[in-house]
């Protein structure tokens, strides 16, 4: 993957972490559950159809947008906090190039395929 890609990746993962500067949590629920959004991986116990499409609900930048938004426009702090961590995590993935899965396997994602 390009380095400007990673970079910019970076960038999103910054702001999500502004985000939650902004909101009133401890900081340390920021880092536990910086990882939640894997539990879509679980999806791939049903076969790859279902687990790319459970991956790439919880790893999708425009869902974690509508989810943040809806809770800044309802003033619900925890959906705020949902939508950034959705956000910041899906950044950190791919800033380390694991993008949205196709349903033929897990390391096939729209930046190309993860290499082991």
Known sequence: MKTIIKLEEV???AL??????QLDFAWWWFVV???APD?????YLFGNKIGAATY???H???IAVLVYLMGAYIAMPVLQLAGIILFSHSSFDRALGYGLKYDNGFKYTHLGEIRN
Not at 16 to 21: E, N, Q, R, T, V
């Open 33 to 35: 559950l910086l990882l």
């Open 16 to 21: 999500g972490i502004y985000l939650f500067d």
């Open 11 to 13: 960038m999103m993962l």
């Open 39 to 43: 539990i879509g991986m679980l999806g």
């Open 56 to 58: 790439n609900l919880f």
């Open 60 to 62: 999708h930048k425009g």
